[in-house]
């Protein structure tokens, strides 16, 4: 991506590399194992003449075999920009199959699921979504996913239901009806008010990183929506 390119080439002139690059010598040359876009902004600082930037710190991996080098690659690429829910489910599946060639020759510390989680920076919660997804999804629910269209909450909810039933659940579309409310204007209001207090403390435990973030922000959209069903509701109280 260029602008994360031109961002990072910024942050790096301001403050210098901050996290190595990985290399793996070959023969007389080395091979770029993480950090391609520390120094795609490196070599677009010493294009535009900043001959400083010229050297990386780099860390040396000899001993490294192919299958790390790949792990290790997508640990940085989950660090490197923010991942939408499909990105991210396509890495997990590609690091499971990994681990899986992994562990047949070598022991892996912990469990598969802490692993997973640390490596892509999510909890083991939502692992657990991510997993399901890829497993039980429907093909035409994951092209939608794939487009943004559904979030990993969503999904992993479909993804519970029998694969024939899901793109039904996903297609239907609720049922609006114009009636007076139940309520009164009062019990909205302290609704409306414990929403936004919920929506506060759940922006606060974001800040503090308490829980995993994409679950948080998850949890405010859906808050938000209900927020608007009450302000709805509350029209009809007019």
Known sequence: DTKDILDLKDSIEMFGVQQNITVKKTGDKY???AGHRRRLACVALVEEGKEEFINIP????NEISDIVEKILLIQTNSTARELNDWEKAEQLKQLKELLSE???INKLPGRVRDFLAETLKISPTQVGRYEKVN????PALKEEMKKGNIKITQASKLAELPQEEQEKA???EPKKEVVKSEFSIE???FALGF???EILAIKSDIEK???DTDYLQENIRYLNKIITYIRADKEKTK
């Open 170 to 172: 996903f297609r239907a």
């Open 102 to 104: 992994y562990k047949k």
């Open 31 to 33: 091979k770029l194992i």
């Open 135 to 138: 497993k039980n999804l429907a």
């Open 195 to 197: 929403i936004n207090d």
């Open 58 to 61: 780099a860390k040396i991996e």
């Open 187 to 189: 019990t909205i209001n």
């Open 209 to 211: 990183g308490n829980e």
